[in-house]
């Protein structure tokens, strides 16, 4: 039957494009309101170059050309909007969406408000089927409207692989942890930005290219294609099958065609509606639905896969947690390498002064202590320091470069690194993931490496993955990898913070207030890891800590904060044993146990 | 060529339209600021009371003075209607912002063709007469016009009263800054929300009115206030109420303007240029403020 | 929350819409045998939704009356709505294929410019006869299937001319104001040809957008020329209205004029209408059924156009069968275009071979509320 094979042809083509859309929204949770002018763009090149320019034959070519003009309209909307921190990124492509016809209407060579007619059929070659054209298969014959349904479940397979390739792989990951926690992907050293226009992009060029595909498959496209309509409709086929779902995302796209076709024969052949009211009927009654689907099952169908990883064949005996003899607290006698230095940090917050001039270095091997009370400007150094905040005045160095002005993801991947007091582990990827995520030099975070040296990022993979193991058995959490983020206690995340940091491997940790909020009877295991990053490790430690007892075991040196200055500095025993100190700070109850 | 013409027609025309698209802009902003959801909804309330008053003028046959009171209170009940019956729902259960914008659209889109179903899509006309006007800057401003360009400075200055001096205005302006503060000390949230959808409703409702009066009502009248209000409040931000009225006047004045020596044609495309300029080079809006959007995608 | 509960329902609910939607298209194929399915146009886009109301309303009366009569052939016929949406030719696409594979339609009336020319192909490999209101002279070069049951545009504007040279000689320039789209760029330059050909001048022409807001941006510019009349060319719906309506606001006092858009109650109850302004459409003569001249008198000048394409397609069927012919599109427009000069139970056509038809067209005023005839001019006048 000509009309379920051409439904089923639209759907197809639409599945197409709402791949795009699962991987701009779902993966990488831009909310995207313009998703049609990607699909317009792609459909309108393909008509323009192959009625005005390309020679018959050319549908691949066709193809490829929307693709390529639906990402340049993707850059061209994206970085502006991306830069501008993603919360305009909404409005912009929502008016992108309303001015997008309008601009179309108004230019000549789109064909006006009349759009393009006559676009040539699919042709591959020599290959240039007319309307007629049968394919005899022996047992069966082929119509050209059902070949044509046969290539476009092909595309349809053939985005679904490469959608799928991309979620499941490193940079699928990148850009998953980007959704859920996009500065704390900078302190890791990723340029979030960056990996959110490439996603936009790639899931533009696909939504294109199925542009495309219908320019070629109706052989019109007009202005009336592709307006706030059809971006609700493919929104609503994203939601309704699960926007986090490359499957869900196909199922939905079909679920939605067939209650569209469905109302169709439920108003014109079932019910006795009044023959004029059918078509606004069915319009009113999509929408009712849509919005009872919404209030029953926002989240739709199928839910984000997760991927599971095994643990490999151990090559070498798990390594013990703390097994070496931890030198007592106090000085350590040889002096580390200096591996960073700040001085005369200043950062004021309108009237109010956070930061007025505070300077300290930090060297391989020794934990720094930061204390001082609420508001003493302690988490606004580390902020400058890691490049979230802008320093007024004052110098920081890794090593021999400054590292002020410059960007969190730039000065992270100098060899800077911090937690946040906030834990901020990425909620929606497994614990295995956050690790995987936050180790550094990985090939496959880049697409072009995916497709092009497959061999390579598969083999740096399979070390991240086994390196990630190790380092899950001796932080003591081997045995939730495969669990969400968000299913783990506190303690436990605060663990998978430090799990983390280490897996990124820096030169300075910036630990802000690691053990609060930690059951003292599991603060041995904690202090245990920070005292091994520093001994073990040989990083350069600094803590931020209101935890007295933890700066006691701990820090080689203290620095003691208040009002946005270094107050004072020296070892545990002597700033802590300054009694009048301690008393201003802490109170009395407190000065008298320290 | 043609000398072009005066420009002041167009100046007259054009602040009218922008004052015209302020009130539908008002309304939406009011509820994008403290509800945080884009209402395309409010799209079903101008229709509800545009065809209140058709139904109240030519149904009951009551005179218009009589039938305006009634249209506005119709207005302003479907708008509290649809907030306690479709988007309380979602907004109890925290549904992030696309969620909240297609339940909107998808109210309006309803309501459109439910009417035009239920009654029919011909236009009809409560004034079937020339409306008296004023010659004013070498054009002529008809009476809805002027209560248009009147009702919304009303409208404004009403809100702005309404919300800083009277107890519920005060939990709308509580709640539109820090909703869990409000909370915490006490403010009805729910209660916060029907004031502000009441309050909307109210002036969506007086926008229709004199709109209808001049164009007539048929079920596809409310596409373009929508739109345009939208459109207004990217380009003014919402910063403060006035900033979206004054990208309003900005707006109508772009579109009036944009015809002074170019063709017609071109209204859309500088018009809509506008607007996407001021995206580009300030995306927060003009005034400001337009990063108070919440966004959970 | 309630997730688990709402979870296997909502997975339910929505495996079961799947269902129903699949098995819907399988029963719906199911049709009665000796149903007669014709196709009619419906749209939800501003303009078109208010006259396929119209045209509905007339073909309803043609049906009823047939099948009061025994139908066609033994066979009822039974009207197939195809929604073309909002004149989206691809909408169009799905509605049509599924009103030709499943309902089986003999027959359709439909119009929208794009939505014929894109879909002509469409047409004509599915052998439907079809008919179009759409007075885009390009429709019936894209199908070898349809005729035309409207007039195009350059008969509306040799109309207008010709009226405004006998009834209303002081005018001598006028100014356009048009739709943006090729229908409305086609009115314009047809419009200046015809006007020019009895010494009326065009001085100035604007376009606007498709249903606009607003065209007092338009409007003052077309008055700067001083028109003595002005030429309405919209798609149709409210906006012939918000044309006359802000042009007699803005002060103009001079005639104007318009095409079939003009013929909807939208118009009719329109007071601003009753003074200097005609339109061109089609009369419903007093020798028409009662039902179609009160039923035009409602919904407006495109109600005879539904009653007539019903008429026309029973007539065509009996004639063919009666001819031994089976009963395709080929044969019946073959049929239609063989009689070429038919009397419906409303009008007189004359059926040409390139699809184009020479139809009777009439000049309207309006008054009290309703349209009064003018003149009337028939088809052979026209042809």
């Known amino acids: 039957m000509l009309y379920v094979v051409d439904v089923l042809t639209l759907t197809a083509i639409m599945a197409v494009a709402v791949h795009g859309y699962m991987l701009i929204k779902g993966l990488a949770g831009?909310?995207?309101?313009?998703?049609?002018?990607?699909?317009?763009?792609?459909?309108?090149?393909?008509?323009?170059?192959?009625?005005?320019?390309?020679?018959?034959?050319?549908?691949?070519?066709?193809?490829?050309?929307?693709?390529?003009?639906?990402?340049a309209g993707a850059l061209l909307i994206g970085w502006p909007a991306l830069k501008a921190r993603g919360r305009y990124f909404m409005i912009v492509t929502f008016s992108m969406q309303l001015i997008f016809i309008t601009l179309v209407i108004n230019l000549s060579f789109t064909g006006g408000p009349d759009g393009l007619s006559s676009i040539p059929r699919l042709s591959f070659g020599p290959w240039q089927p007319g309307k007629r054209w049968m394919l005899d298969l022996g047992l069966v014959t082929l119509t050209f409207a059902q070949v044509k349904l046969l290539v476009m479940t092909g595309f349809t397979a053939l985005s679904f692989w490469f959608c799928s390739r991309i979620v499941d792989s490193p940079y699928g990951r990148l850009i998953r942890a980007v959704r859920e926690d996009e500065q704390v992907a900078e302190a890791y050293g990723r340029d979030a930005t960056r990996a959110k226009l490439s996603i936009l992009l790639i899931g533009a060029g696909i939504t294109g290219a199925a542009g495309s595909l219908f320019a070629h498959h109706f052989n019109y496209v007009g202005p009336s294609q592709f307006e706030l309509e059809l971006t609700m409709l493919l929104l609503a086929m994203l939601i309704l099958g699960g926007q986090t779902s490359l499957l869900g995302a196909t199922i939905g796209t079909g679920l939605m065609v067939g209650l569209l076709e469905g109302l169709r024969f439920v108003l014109d052949n079932w019910l006795a509606v009044p023959f004029e009211m059918t078509a606004p009927l069915r319009q009113a009654a999509y929408s009712v639905i849509l919005i009872l689907i919404l209030a029953v099952r926002a989240r739709g169908l199928i839910p984000e896969r997760l991927k599971r990883h095994g643990r490999p064949a151990p090559a070498l005996p798990p390594r013990p947690v703390a097994a070496e003899p931890i030198p007592s607290s106090g000085t350590v006698t040889e002096l580390g390498e200096v591996v960073l230095t700040c001085s005369n940090l200043q950062k004021h917050f309108g009237g109010l002064t956070a930061v007025a001039g505070a300077g300290f270095s930090l060297r391989r091997g020794r934990i720094v202590a930061i204390i001082g009370s609420n508001g003493a400007g302690k988490t606004t150094i580390f902020n400058i320091l890691s490049g979230f905040e802008r320093a007024d005045l004052g110098e920081a160095h890794m090593g021999r470069q400054p590292i002020l002005g410059k960007t969190p993801a730039e000065i992270a991947r100098l060899g800077i690194a911090r937690t946040f007091q906030d834990v901020r582990i990425w909620n929606r990827l497994t614990v295995i993931e956050n690790i995987l995520a936050a180790r550094p030099h990985q090939p496959g975070e880049h697409p072009a490496h995916l497709f092009l040296s497959p061999g390579r990022v598969a083999r740096a993979e399979a070390d991240n993955i086994a390196a990630a193991w190790t380092l899950l058995e001796r932080f003591g959490l081997a045995d939730k990898a495969n669990d969400l983020g968000n299913d783990l206690s506190y303690a436990q995340r605060k663990m998978l913070a430090l799990g983390r940091i280490t897996a990124f491997g820096p030169a300075a940790m910036l630990l802000d207030e690691p053990t609060s909020g930690v059951d003292p009877k599991r603060l041995d295991v904690f202090l245990d890891h920070i005292r091994t990053f520093a001994r073990t490790d040989d990083r350069a430690v600094c803590l931020i800590e209101h935890n007295m007892t933890v700066v006691k075991e701990l820090a080689d040196w203290v620095l003691f904060m208040d009002e946005g200055k270094v107050m004072t500095s020296g070892t545990p025993h002597e700033v802590l044993g300054d009694h009048s100190l301690m008393r201003r700070y802490l109170g009395h109850q407190k000065a008298a146990t320290a | 060529m043609t000398p072009p013409p005066s420009i002041l027609p167009f100046l007259a025309n054009g602040l009218s339209l922008g004052l015209s698209i302020s009130l539908v802009a008002l309304a939406m902003a009011l509820i994008w600021r403290t509800v945080g959801i884009i209402d395309f909804g409010l799209g079903a309330v101008y229709l509800a009371a545009a065809y209140a008053t058709l139904f109240l003028t030519k149904g009951v046959g009551l005179p218009l003075a009589a039938a305006i009171p009634g249209a506005l209170i119709i207005g302003t009940a479907t708008a509290i209607l649809l907030y306690w019956a479709v988007y309380r729902g979602f907004i109890r259960r925290g549904s992030p912002l696309f969620v909240t914008v297609l339940v909107s659209i998808s109210v309006f889109m309803a309501t459109q063709n439910l009417i035009s179903a239920a009654i029919s899509p011909q236009k009809f006309y409560f004034i079937d007469t020339i409306l008296p006007g004023i010659t004013v800057l070498g054009t002529r401003l008809n009476v809805a016009q002027l209560a248009k360009m009147g009702v919304s400075l009303t409208a404004l200055a009403g809100v702005a009263f309404f919300c800083l001096r009277t107890g519920p205005g005060a939990t709308i302006l509580a709640v539109a800054d820090n909703k869990r503060l409000a909370q915490g000390v006490g403010v009805n949230v729910d209660r916060a929300y029907g004031w502000t959808y009441g309050l909307a409703g109210l002036v969506v409702s007086a926008a229709a009115i004199p709109d209808v009066a001049e164009s007539g009502v048929d079920p596809f009248v409310a596409i373009n206030p929508v739109f345009l209000a939208l459109a207004a409040i990217i380009i003014g931000g919402l910063g403060s109420f006035r900033n979206p009225v004054l990208g309003a006047v900005l707006l109508g004045l772009a579109f009036h303007l944009a015809v002074w020596v170019l063709p017609a044609s071109w209204q859309e495309v500088i018009a809509y240029g506008f607007v996407l300029a001021v995206l580009v080079a300030r995306p927060q809006g003009l005034f400001g403020g337009l990063n108070i959007v919440r966004e959970r995608a | 929350m309630t997730t688990q509960r709402i979870r296997p329902w909502g997975r339910a609910a929505l495996a079961a819409l799947a269902t129903f939607a699949v098995l819907a298209m399988g029963i719906g194929s199911a049709r009665a045998a000796d149903d007669l399915p014709l196709g009619i146009c419906q749209s939800t886009a501003q303009g078109p939704a208010k006259f396929s109301t119209a045209l509905w309303k007339g073909a309803e009366i043609a049906i009823n009356e047939i099948n009061a009569q025994g139908g066609v052939n033994g066979r009822k016929l039974k009207p197939v709505p195809v929604?073309?949406?909002?004149?989206?030719?691809?909408?169009?696409?799905?509605?049509?294929?599924?009103?030709?594979?499943?309902?089986?339609?003999?027959?359709?009336?439909?119009?929208?410019?794009?939505?014929?020319?894109?879909?002509?192909?469409?047409?004509?490999?599915?052998?439907?006869?079809?008919?179009?209101?759409?007075?885009?002279?390009?429709?019936?070069?894209?199908?070898?299937?349809?005729?035309?049951?409207?007039?195009?545009?350059?008969?509306?504007?040799?109309?207008?001319?010709?009226?405004?040279?006998?009834?209303?000689?002081?005018?001598?320039?006028?100014?356009?104001?048009?739709?943006?789209?090729?229908?409305?760029?086609?009115?314009?330059?047809?419009?200046?040809?015809?006007?020019?050909?009895?010494?009326?001048?065009?001085?100035?022409?604007?376009?606007?957008?498709?249903?606009?807001?607003?065209?007092?941006?338009?409007?003052?510019?077309?008055?700067?020329?001083?028109?003595?009349?002005?030429?309405?060319?919209?798609?149709?719906?409210?906006?012939?209205?918000?044309?006359?309506?802000?042009?007699?606001?803005?002060?103009?006092?001079?005639?104007?004029?318009?095409?079939?858009?003009?013929?909807?109650?939208?118009?009719?109850?329109?007071?601003?209408?009753?003074?200097?302004?005609?339109?061109?459409?089609?009369?419903?003569?007093?020798?028409?059924?009662?039902?179609?001249?009160?039923?035009?008198?409602?919904?407006?000048?495109?109600?005879?156009?539904?009653?007539?394409?019903?008429?026309?397609?029973?007539?065509?069927?009996?004639?063919?069968?009666?001819?031994?012919?089976?009963?395709?599109?080929?044969?019946?427009?073959?049929?239609?275009?063989?009689?070429?000069?038919?009397?419906?139970?409303?009008?007189?056509?004359v059926f040409k071979e390139d699809g184009n038809t020479a139809r009777p067209l009439a000049i309207f005023t309006i008054e009290n509320g309703a349209r009064k005839l003018e003149r009337i001019l028939s088809a052979k006048e026209l042809e």
Request: hydrophobic share 40%; with cysteine.
């Open chain 3, 83 to 349: 929604d073309v949406g909002n004149n989206d030719p691809a909408q169009a696409r799905l509605s049509l294929n599924k009103a030709i594979d499943v309902d089986k339609i003999a027959s359709l009336v439909c119009w929208g410019t794009n939505v014929m020319v894109q879909n002509g192909p469409l047409i004509d490999e599915a052998d439907i006869a079809s008919f179009t209101m759409s007075s885009g002279t390009g429709v019936v070069k894209a199908s070898k299937l349809t005729q035309q049951l409207e007039a195009v545009t350059t008969l509306y504007c040799k109309v207008s001319a010709a009226q405004i040279k006998a009834k209303y000689p002081a005018v001598k320039t006028f100014a356009v104001l048009y739709v943006n789209y090729e229908f409305g760029i086609e009115l314009r330059d047809k419009c200046e040809e015809e006007f020019g050909k009895v010494g009326i001048k065009l001085v100035a022409s604007e376009g606007h957008p498709n249903a606009p807001p607003d065209l007092r941006a338009q409007l003052t510019k077309l008055l700067e020329a001083k028109p003595d009349a002005i030429y309405l060319g919209p798609i149709g719906g409210g906006t012939v209205a918000l044309g006359i309506r802000t042009a007699r606001e803005l002060g103009y006092t001079g005639l104007l004029t318009t095409y079939g858009a003009g013929d909807t109650p939208d118009i009719y109850n329109l007071k601003l209408a009753e003074g200097n302004f005609f339109f061109v459409s089609n009369e419903v003569p007093a020798t028409a059924p009662e039902a179609v001249k009160t039923a035009t008198a409602e919904y407006g000048g495109y109600t005879p156009a539904g009653y007539e394409f019903v008429w026309l397609t029973a007539k065509l069927i009996r004639d063919t069968t009666k001819d031994g012919q089976p009963v395709s599109g080929k044969a019946l427009i073959a049929k239609l275009r063989q009689e070429r000069d038919i009397q419906t139970p409303v009008n007189r056509y």
């Open chain 1, 30 to 71: 831009l909310l995207h309101l313009g998703h049609a002018v990607f699909y317009g763009l792609g459909a309108y090149a393909s008509a323009i170059l192959t009625t005005k320019v390309l020679p018959p034959g050319s549908f691949p070519l066709s193809v490829a050309a929307g693709a390529l003009a639906a990402s």
